[in-house]
């Protein structure tokens, strides 16, 4: 009866102790990044990109440096401004994220951009996204989203300047 016990103890010790490790190995990759307020805005047959959107507050300084999701043959970090008195898109290769300080992936600024997608984004589903990070050493960390598909903003995300930012340049984002 006793080595039973003790046979148990051991093996829920063993048990315990790979996962703390399996949480300490996951951590390692996983960003620090806390990212508020995601959607994806849903696209019809045939729309080829759509943009992703979110609240992202690094707790430590960060680069966004890539996106990647299975829902999309190409998936970039997208920047909107305005250049004399025309809306420009490009993709950028990092984004700065500051320690502590949210900054707004939104409808006409920097966004996440979906493109050659595989199939329509349909509303009330959820999209795969993973954010690739690159921290001050060149650590990659990731942070891998469920991001819901929606027709517009969340409620609770807010327009920054009560403006529509719906098809610039043939994207709908």
Do not use: C
């Not at 909107?80 to 290769?93: L, N, Q, S």
């Not at 994220?97 to 949210?102: D, H, I, Q």
Request: no cysteine; aromatic share 2%; charged share 20%.
């Amino acid at each position: 009866m006793n080595m039973r016990r003790f046979t148990l103890l051991s093996l829920s010790s063993l048990v315990g102790s790979l996962m703390i490790s399996g949480a300490a190995l996951a951590h390692a990759d996983s960003a620090h990044v806390k990212a508020e307020n995601a959607w994806a805005r849903a696209s019809v047959q045939g729309q080829q990109a759509s943009g992703a959107f979110m609240r992202l507050t690094a707790a430590e300084p960060l680069k966004l440096v890539g996106i990647e999701s299975s829902a999309a043959a190409v998936a970039e970090v997208h920047e909107m401004k305005m250049d004399g008195d025309v809306m420009r898109m490009r993709a950028i290769e990092a984004l700065d994220l500051p320690k502590g300080v949210a900054v707004d992936l939104k409808p006409g600024g920097y966004h996440l951009m979906l493109q050659q997608l595989k199939a329509p984004l349909l509303k009330d589903t959820q999209v795969p996204i993973t954010l690739i990070f690159k921290d001050a050493k060149g650590v990659e960390s990731r942070l891998n989203l469920q991001v819901p598909v929606q027709m517009s903003a969340p409620a609770s995300a807010g327009k920054a300047d009560g403006h529509s930012h719906q098809g610039h340049g043939g994207h709908q984002h």
